[in-house]
């Protein structure tokens, strides 16, 4: 099993940038990737983006491909999501998630508000 605590969500204004943390615990030699998901109120979550453990490769949803970084630090237990030119429909609860053997592990989310 893998568990995932998120952190670093929180009011930011147009423009602006924010950094989400994901620390990862337990079994993460057994990682194939990791990612973000959002979901805004009323709507479905949505894949945001990964990084494979392989070799650190990164995809991105083309709503924030340009904005947004995924990386992971070099213990390769927490990965980041380094947010910049944030716009309000940015607005969402943001999931970590980790794909461990196929099966799907989440965080328990953290709410990005942008707003001015």
């Known amino acids: 099993q893998v568990q995932l605590v998120e952190s670093g969500g929180g009011l930011v204004q147009p423009g602006g940038s924010l950094r989400l943390s994901c620390a990862a615990s337990g079994r993460t030699f057994s990682i194939y990737e990791m990612g973000w998901f959002r979901q805004a109120p009323g709507r479905e979550r949505d894949w945001v983006g990964r990084?494979?453990?392989?070799?650190?490769?990164?995809d991105y949803a083309d709503s924030v491909k340009g904005r947004f970084t995924i990386s992971r630090d070099n213990s390769k237990t927490t990965v980041y999501l380094q947010m910049n030119s944030l716009k309000p429909e940015d607005t969402a609860v943001y999931y970590c998630?980790?794909?461990?053997?196929?099966?799907?592990?989440w965080g328990q989310g953290t709410q990005v508000t942008v707003s001015s």
């Open positions: 990084i494979l453990w392989s070799d650190d490769s990164t």
């Open positions: 998630n980790a794909v461990v053997r196929a099966r799907n592990y």
